[in-house]
């Protein structure tokens, strides 16, 4: 408003200064060609009606700026107001019409427009209609393709070639919800976020890295399956099946995760069982001998029942095996090649624990039954706890096949180890594998220490599955291939790398935001204290409803009357809730890797960058306010706080002054200023921001 204002007097002002120079030109020359008698008669009339001519130049620059005033008023700023409005009728709001006070001429123009409008809403919404008529069948076929991935048994995640998630169903979210705490909101499922804050990417890349090698080799079936713990306690077996394109080039991947827990609890119990009733088997089979000491006369107990018993004891512990691997029969493991797994073991321990593994000559072609990725950080945990314990930096290995097994011989040769220590290392983790007592049963492998007379050690050794010539092979799922799906399931998920994309050149319409809202104790950012956080996310123009975040606060302090009357939170209903410092951690894990948007977004912005050191995180994403854009748009408008752009815009405001709501208000605001930001060529991140630095509304700095 104030920027046209001047504008239109500079205009003014350049008119009536080209006006006066001329004048005062014309009237200079004329001068010049008058006698001294002319001069004489013209001097005493100025004389003789000096209080006229003083008058006449008082009144006259009065109405003139009474004139140019009425004509900016009338007609000048109402045509600016309609080139406004316009816009907002066909790229944002239909519905919206033109209210001005003007002269009868722009009255008409306006009344013209809102006409044009109304037949514009009403061709608008008949079309809208149609479209909607004509994809009801493709929308049914979508929605059946939306339940078939509901009800799937297993969770399912779909992510382009960078990771980012495309989509996911309920028992994905459910699964990653149980692991969610508080305090680590890394576990935040959603769309446009990184599967690499939910799942280990390394686990990932050995995963992809498989696939890669089968698709040189020429394979088909091409699935990789790795174990990993989601949280403290969630353990899943995760099957990565690639998404190509025609080229055979890996676009991106699809996770499937079933749920071991309950799995190896069944494992654990019926191990449990299996040991209990080996403890009685034996305590009576023990004592029937007792009873029937051998001896010559086979009338006591004959031989032929001695060695049926014998047999009995043989059955069971074969017996007991096979029911402890059905129990592990969830967790396919595939064939694995010894020189390239203690080669990897050997780059993982020299590389990050500095830790060096001489391996003796071995059988080249040995090959085992295991999992790659578990087993190589399985094996670098082991070294890496002996190495401590035996103050050493250098193991011995020795790998050889017996039986059907292949058999790992580990020895170092400074301070010796107990016995005792060594089985208490089954129960050590990493950050990404369950326990190594774990780790080795999915590899069917078993760790024995080699003790000394004194029951220390410096040799243990592990004992794996050999991988037979004619081994049954895990039936790997066949990849997904993106040219051969129906083209009206064609949603372009795969494109796109916002990883890597610079920010400040993308399009607006490209980017995730983070739109973010708070209610405070108070308006003073410098004192007041946050009561209620609130947040939803906008993945490429599209509002993700379930994935928001919306947190009481307890702020520590009273609430005032005045605040409560605004926002509705009093101190009974934060009394029980986590306070500031709890809370922005996760809500920074939330934000994370996004654009924020809010309304007056520098108020909200200080008040959490108070908190900051407090809570050991820093707030650096970039920002946008739909309070300055508005203004770098609408300049004519007086008006820019959120009811009067709802208003504005069309969008109907639930839960005013919750966080939530004024965030979701917000994010539907932002989506409509887009295509209006675009025609006025603000197209990337960066352009937004400029726009928006120039307003005369930016108060803080952010």
């Known amino acids: 408003m104030k920027k046209t204002r001047t504008f239109f007097w500079k205009l003014v002002f350049l008119a009536l200064a080209a006006t006066l120079i001329f004048v005062f030109t014309v009237l200079l020359l004329i001068w010049h060609q008058l006698d001294p008698d002319q001069i004489s008669q013209l001097q005493t009339i100025a004389f003789d009606h000096a209080y006229y001519l003083l008058a006449l130049i008082t009144i006259v620059p009065v109405a003139l700026w009474v004139i140019f005033e009425v004509c900016y008023t009338r007609f000048y700023l109402p045509l600016k107001r309609i080139q406004a409005e316009i816009p907002v009728i066909y790229q944002t709001n239909p519905a919206h019409r033109l209210e001005l006070q003007g002269n009868r001429d722009v009255m008409d123009l306006a009344e013209a427009i809102n006409d044009f409008a109304k037949r514009y809403e009403y061709l608008n919404d008949h079309i809208a209609e149609e479209i909607g008529s004509a994809r009801e069948e493709t929308e049914k076929d979508r929605n059946l393709l939306a339940s078939i991935m509901a009800e799937l048994p297993l969770g399912i995640i779909i992510c382009n070639s960078y990771g980012r998630i495309l989509l996911f169903n309920s028992q994905a979210k459910q699964l990653f919800a149980r692991t969610r705490r508080q305090e680590s909101s890394e576990y935040f499922l959603g769309l446009g976020r990184s599967i690499f804050h939910l799942v280990d990417r390394g686990l990932i890349g050995r995963a992809l890295e498989e696939i890669q090698e089968r698709l040189v080799g020429g394979k088909t079936r091409i699935a990789s399956y790795f174990v990993s713990q989601l949280g403290d306690e969630t353990l899943c077996l995760i099957e990565t099946i690639p998404v190509l394109d025609e080229h055979q080039a890996i676009t991106g991947f699809v996770l499937s995760l079933q749920h071991l827990s309950e799995t190896l609890d069944r494992y654990e119990a019926i191990s449990e069982q299996l040991i209990s009733f080996r403890q009685v088997l034996h305590t009576e089979l023990g004592r029937i001998e007792l009873e029937f000491p051998a001896t010559a006369d086979e009338s006591a107990l004959p031989n032929r029942v001695r060695n049926r018993l014998a047999v009995v004891r043989d059955e069971f512990e074969i017996t007991s095996a096979a029911i402890v691997d059905a129990a592990f029969e969830t967790m396919p493991l595939g064939r694995l090649d010894i020189e390239r797994l203690l080669f990897l073991i050997q780059k993982s321990a020299g590389g990050e624990k500095n830790i060096r593994l001489n391996v003796a000559p071995f059988d080249r ?56 220590r060594i089985t208490q290392l089954l129960d050590e983790k990493s950050s990404s ?179 900051e050191q407090r809570c050991g995180i820093s707030f650096n994403n970039l920002a946008l306010d739909t309070l300055l854009l508005s203004a770098a748009l609408h300049p004519v408008h007086k008006q820019h706080d959120l009811q009067s752009l709802a208003k504005r815009y069309g969008v109907t405001i639930i839960g005013r002054h919750t966080a939530l709501g004024d965030a979701l208000a917000t994010a539907e605001i932002f989506l409509r200023l887009i295509p209006i930001l675009q025609s006025k060529g603000i197209i990337t991140l960066e352009d937004a921001i400029a726009a928006s630095k120039r307003i005369y509304f930016r108060r803080i700095r952010y």
């Open 365 to 420: 072609q040995t090959r085992m039954l295991g999992d790659t990725y578990s087993f190589v950080a399985a094996f670098v945990l082991l070294l890496e706890h002996l190495a401590a314990l035996g103050n050493t930096d250098e193991f011995e290995l020795q790998v050889s096949s017996a039986a059907g097994d292949v058999v790992f011989i580990l020895s170092w040769k400074t301070l010796p180890i107990s016995c005792e």
């Open 433 to 611: 594998l369950p326990r190594l007592s774990y780790v080795l049963r999915q590899n069917k492998a078993v760790l024995q220490p080699l003790p000394a007379p004194d029951h220390t050690c410096r040799q243990l050794r592990i004992t794996a599955r050999a991988a037979p010539a004619l081994a049954r092979t895990t039936e790997y799922q066949s990849p997904v291939i993106t040219g051969s799906r129906p083209e009206y399931y064609d949603f372009n998920l795969f494109e796109g790398d916002t990883d890597n994309q610079d920010l400040l050149n993308a399009a607006l319409s490209s980017l995730t935001f983070s739109v973010i809202d708070t209610e405070t104790t108070g308006l003073d950012p410098g004192s007041d204290d946050i009561v209620a956080v609130g947040a939803v996310r906008i993945v490429k123009k599209r509002i993700v409803y379930q994935d928001r975040f919306e947190q009481l606060v307890n702020p520590g302090r009273d609430i005032p009357f005045e605040s409560y009357k605004i926002h509705g939170i009093d101190q009974s209903m934060v009394a029980d809730q986590p306070s500031i410092d709890t809370v922005l951690p996760a809500f920074h894990h939330y934000l994370a890797d996004t654009v924020l948007i809010g309304h007056d977004v520098s108020f909200d912005l200080k008040i959490l960058k108070r908190a």
